[in-house]
């Protein structure tokens, strides 16, 4: 068999598998989801035995992904927006660092959006994400995104208050009219060839406990530590019921939410490599044709190279 076929089977097995890992992540029925039914600590049909079967099986996934980034870009007229949301420990910078590790820098960007700046809360929410989308041929990734203000803006309320937002636009129904807009928003992407992912990684109380502990002890993991996310932990309730309040309202087919068990970061990394494969599967990616003219180009400039003393 010539190689390049055996590659494009090698692609085609690999992107069967990774449909059927992310697939059982994924939200089809946003109505009927509930987040207690989703389990931290699930690893699907690996048990920790098969670690490092899951970690080979994600560096193939990386390089596949990678495959498929070369087309996306190469082919310049979808973009891919992944977005992530979680609570803190629960392995977002690690996932979205072992997952695009494979992807050329110049395909990719990532974007964090952290408590917005003065600046940024002169204008809408959706205004500094807006400017971070990806172009065309690239994959775009929001470390947190406008999902914050249906999350973090609603366990605290006084937040809300120092938007700068009129009295009178700040009704009980604010939280729905945030959806519907998050979702027109989503659909005007979709319409225009940005293609969305959308990752909730989902890491118990309990490992999150761990995990802190952890950076506690180490003195390396220091940095990642702050005061802050202690004082957050207090509020897991109020969180877990925004999230599955979101959910059940922003998962769309054009936009789907994949709910991600974070309690062991070698799983969740396959899910996410496995979901973005997955998504670029779909797209039918290609080179570009070349043209006959573009081929008689080659040729002429190949045979004025050889000509060359
Ligand atoms: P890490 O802690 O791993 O470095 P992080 O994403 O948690 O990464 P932080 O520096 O802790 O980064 O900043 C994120 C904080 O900003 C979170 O607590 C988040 O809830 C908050 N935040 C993000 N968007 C908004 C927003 N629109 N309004 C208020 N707070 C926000
Ligand atoms: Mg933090």
């Known amino acids: 068999m010539p190689d390049h076929d055996h590659q494009e089977m090698k692609l085609a097995t690999i992107i069967k598998k990774a449909r059927k890992l992310s697939r059982r992540h994924c939200i089809s029925d946003a109505k009927k989801f509930r987040l207690k039914d989703v389990d931290a600590n699930d690893t699907g049909s690996f048990t920790s035995e098969d670690k ?49 590790s494979g992807v050329n820098p110049q395909g990719c960007q990532v ?74 928003f989503e659909r005007y992407l979709s319409n225009n060839g940005v293609m969305i992912r959308k990752f909730f990684l989902h890491v118990s109380r309990k490992e999150q406990k761990r995990r802190f502990l ?47 068990p974070a309690d062991n970061k070698w799983y969740t990394r396959a899910v996410v490599a496995a979901a973005v494969i997955d998504a670029l599967a779909s797209l039918d990616l290609h080179y570009p044709k070349v043209t006959e003219e573009k081929l008689k180009e080659l040729a002429a400039a190949k045979k004025a190279l050889l000509a060359e003393k």
């Not at 994600?58 to 007229?77: F, H, P, S």
């Not at 203000?149 to 604010?174: C, F, T, Y």
């Open 52 to 100: 490092p079967r899951a970690k080979e099986a994600l560096q193939i996934g990386v390089e596949a992904l990678a495959q498929l980034q070369d087309m996306l870009y190469a082919q310049d007229r979808w973009a891919l927006l992944l977005i992530f949301q979680a609570m803190d420990a629960a392995g977002k910078d690690g996932a979205i660092k072992h997952v695009m």
């Open 111 to 184: 974007a964090s959006f952290k408590a917005p700046s003065a600046e940024e809360l002169d204008h809408d929410y959706l205004w500094r994400c807006q400017k971070h989308l990806p172009e065309r041929g690239r994959i775009g990734i929001f470390n947190r995104s406008y999902y914050e203000e249906v999350l973090v803006v609603r366990v605290h309320p006084n937040i809300l208050q120092s938007q700068k937002i009129a009295p009178k636009l700040i009704g009980d129904d604010i939280w729905q009219k945030r959806y519907r807009d998050i979702g027109s």
């Open 214 to 260: 952890e950076r506690l002890e180490n003195p390396e993991k220091h940095w990642k530590f702050s005061a802050t996310d202690a004082k957050e932990r207090s509020y897991w309730n109020d969180y877990m019921e925004a999230y599955e309040d979101l959910i059940r309202n922003t998962a769309t087919e054009k936009a789907p939410w994949y709910v991600v």
